[in-house]
Nanobody
Framework: MVQLVESGGGSVQAGGSLRLSCVNS??????????MGWFRQAPEKKREGVAR???????YVADSVKGRFTISRDNAENTVYLQMNSLKPEDTAMYYC????????????????WGQGTQVTVSS
């Protein structure tokens, strides 16, 4: 069973930082079997992939956030993180984490389990 809960969103000024967390609860010993992704959706825009981390730790971040965002995971804690630095107003969106069995590309259609999202608002 995978149930994802995001936290860490909030309102910050441009240039600031936030760290998002996504916990799977209840704990599952098979968490390491899932690849994890972060997506975001701004009002009236389609959902876009931000970053993903494979089971073995390989990571990918979208060009729009490269050099500013970092994804990591702690399997023992059933948690995936998204460290967001140098935030820009265009990063404002609802951020979702998602899980998929196996290693899949950063495509929302390929992810099975989704959290409810956490709002990030960046003011200029």
């Amino acid at each position: 069973m995978v149930q994802l809960v995001e936290s860490g969103g909030g309102s910050v000024q441009a240039g600031g930082s936030l760290r998002l967390s996504c916990v799977n609860s209840p704990y599952t010993a098979t968490y390491s079997s899932y690849s994890m992704g972060w997506f975001r959706q701004a009002p009236e825009k389609k959902r876009e992939g931000v970053a993903r981390i494979y089971r073995g730790g390989s990571t990918y971040v979208a060009d729009s956030v490269k050099g500013r965002f970092t994804i990591s995971r702690d399997n023992a804690e059933n948690t995936v993180y998204l460290q967001m630095n140098s935030l820009k107003p265009e990063d404002t969106a609802m951020y979702y984490c998602a899980a998929s069995i196996g290693d899949v590309p950063l495509d929302s259609r390929l992810y099975t389990y989704w959290g409810q999202g956490t709002q990030v608002t960046v003011s200029s």
